[in-house]
């Protein structure tokens, strides 16, 4: 009986695989082949891609290769002893599974492990470097509306729509920052939270008719024993590179923008920063890899919203640019992501050089190697 409902269980994931892959391909290809068109004429675009000059596509280049490095900084500040080439390894090569198959977070987490073990990481400190990641990405993400909103208001130009999302911001982000505070303040609190969302998740989980999951009141009593060190020596370098990597980003949009003839006049430097800083939201809902579709339509139409009242050429000439800029962007923070990253896996298998033994009471976990 328990091996007819392992095959159960093996064929639907099966199934489930499936129906994920055939969603997103049709969803990227409706967004792609129907709706972008609709914004903007693809050959227009093209033709404005054009006419960005050598010195503008070399400015543009310049700023990826930066925003590459500071991805790589941030993963050295969450994990001592880790050293820059490592780095790039590791997360251009993780990277690219998260960004090109479907659920791709979750094999590139195991390889996460697999890599930085293999260079003998421990464990625990890869799992606190990846939390720790994670919790300060997920706090600058909350708070990127909130710095658009302040932006905005500068210029006078705040929406009654866009302080409403960066209330709701405000409210999450404190939210977060308080239960980050209590766990680490005592660990008779972190026990408790932790309990309370395993049984918030195994409510969830019963709903679907999934297994519960262990008890997470250890886990967050762990997390908290670990955290704290970490954070105390190194909050300020975590919170530096965190910042820096997200509006690095930002800078390579304003840019395309910039160079495909967008002005400040049509769209302002704030109102970017506003589209960009809920377009970062949307990555958080994995409907494609990578947001592969989903971010790019959001971008055109959020800009193309922005700036519609204030554009001083044609409207098809404007969205052309717009779309230009955004498939330019994309193209330079996603695309050119995927050959990097297969390149780089091939130096983290080929490389012996960095290859240590993980810690002797680890050696029986065997690390991923997908």
């Not at 911001?169 to 980050?180: E, K, Q, R, S, T």
């Not at 997200?246 to 589209?275: N, P, T």
Request: aromatic fraction near 10%; glycine fraction near 8%.
């Amino acid at each position: 009986m328990g091996r007819v409902t392992e095959k159960q269980a093996t064929k639907k994931k099966k199934i489930w695989r499936i129906v994920q892959i055939a969603f997103s391909v049709v969803l990227v290809a409706a967004i792609f082949f129907y709706a972008i068109p609709k914004l903007a004429d693809y050959s227009a675009v093209w033709d404005t891609i054009r006419q960005m000059t050598n010195l503008e596509i070399g400015s543009l280049i310049a700023a990826t290769i930066f925003n590459l490095f500071t991805y790589w900084w941030q993963n050295m500040a969450s994990l001592p002893g880790l050293r820059l080439w490592p780095a790039a390894v590791c997360n251009q090569t993780t990277t690219t599974v998260a960004d090109t198959v479907p659920a791709g977070g979750y094999i590139a987490l195991g390889l996460t492990y697999g890599i930085y073990r293999s260079w003998g990481f421990s464990n625990g400190a890869i799992t606190l470097s990846i939390l720790i990641t994670g919790v300060w990405n997920i706090f600058m993400k909350l708070g990127l509306p909130i710095l658009a909103l302040a932006a905005l208001a500068i210029t006078g130009a705040a929406s009654a729509s866009l302080v409403t999302a960066a209330a709701i911001g405000v409210a999450f982000l404190v939210a977060g920052v308080v239960l980050f505070s209590l766990i680490l303040w005592k660990e008779s609190l972190a026990r408790s939270i932790g309990s309370f969302f395993t049984r918030v998740v195994n409510k969830v989980l019963g709903i679907v008719h999934k297994g519960p999951v262990d008890d997470w009141g250890d886990a967050a009593v762990r997390f908290r024993r670990n955290s704290i060190e970490l954070v105390r020596r190194r909050w300020a370098i975590l919170t530096l590179t965190t910042v820096v990597s997200h509006l690095a980003l930002y800078l390579i949009l304003l840019l395309c923008l910039r160079h495909v003839g967008v002005s400040d006049a049509e769209i302002s430097w704030a109102q970017v920063l506003g589209v960009f800083a809920f377009g970062r939201l949307l990555t958080a809902v994995p409907l494609t890899p990578g947001g592969l579709g989903v971010i790019e339509l959001s971008y055109i139409g959020g800009l193309i919203l922005a700036g519609r009242d204030h554009a001083d050429v044609p409207p098809d000439v404007f969205h052309a640019q717009v779309a230009a800029a955004v498939l330019v962007f994309r193209l330079l923070t996603y695309g050119i992501q995927i050959p990097i990253g297969g390149f780089t896996y091939v130096i983290w298998r080929r490389n012996t050089s960095w290859r240590k033994e993980p810690p002797e009471d680890e050696l029986a976990l065997e690390p991923a190697t997908a």
